[in-house]
């Protein structure tokens, strides 16, 4: 399957301690979005990339939040000193654009990990 | 700021009816507008992509329009299924290089 895959499915972990889960896109996608969604509403822009360079990200990423894509493949997110309100699950999705941008962006979303802060 | 809202929040309809979710944002200037499907505890599932310049998009049961100057899109789901059943979600991309901003989403049960 040549899919979004995210890794770990589940995680639950204490309060204060740090998470790092992992992001794999579609091969030949070169964008590549965070979003968190908690029950019952939908999912939360968090941060994107365009290859490597990350090009923006949302006020709700405080400083425990930190999300890398080195050379521009996989991307990583990690929280620091969890807290029970990061409890959410946490989605994946790229997608291939032309220079510029274009209005046939589709993008394809993973499983998701699900994080459980207790 | 672009907001999405998704109404009914949840429907329950017997099997083999016609349905329409519906979506409305609050900025008519977007880019384009997408349909997802999500199962409980799983992923998003893009069903229809309409770029700003179309009116519909049809795949299979399923077809989605737009009306941007009224800032609405409808879902219409063809004949139900039991299988239909999910959580539809409606994204709005407000520009090429933005991210997707979504609604709450639709609950739809199926009832056979």
């Known amino acids: 399957d040549t899919g979004v895959s995210q890794d770990p499915r589940h995680k639950i972990t204490k309060r204060g301690q740090n998470v790092t889960f992992r992001c794999d896109p579609i091969s030949e996608h070169n964008r590549l979005y965070w979003y968190r969604q908690t029950l019952g509403q939908g999912p939360e822009f968090l941060t994107y990339?365009?290859?490597?360079?990350?090009?923006?990200k949302s006020r709700l990423l405080s400083d425990r939040f930190s999300a890398e894509r080195p050379k521009g493949s996989f991307s990583t997110l990690e929280i620091q000193r969890t807290e029970q309100g990061d409890s959410a699950m946490y989605l994946c999705?790229?997608?291939?654009?032309?220079?510029?941008?274009?209005?046939?962006?589709?993008?394809?979303f993973g499983s998701g990990t699900q994080l459980s802060v207790l | 700021k672009q907001e999405v809202t998704q109404i009914p929040a949840a429907l329950s309809v017997p099997e083999g009816e016609n349905l329409v979710l519906n979506c409305s944002f609050t900025?008519?200037?977007?880019?384009?507008l997408q349909w997802f499907r999500q199962d409980p505890g799983k992923g998003l599932t893009s069903l229809l992509l309409i770029q700003s310049s179309q009116r519909e998009q049809t795949s299979g049961r399923l077809n989605a329009s737009l009306d941007k100057s009224s800032g609405r899109s409808t879902l219409y789901i063809a004949a139900s299924q039991p299988g239909d059943s999910a959580t539809y979600l409606c994204?709005?991309?407000?520009?090429?290089?933005?991210?997707?901003?979504f609604g709450k989403g639709t609950r739809l049960s199926v009832i056979a």
């Open positions: 994204a709005v991309r407000p520009s090429g290089n933005t991210p997707l901003v």
């Open positions: 900025d008519s200037a977007i880019y384009n």
């Open positions: 990339f365009q290859n490597e360079a990350q090009l923006e």
């Open positions: 999705a790229s997608s291939l654009v032309n220079f510029g941008g274009s209005t046939l962006e589709k993008l394809f």
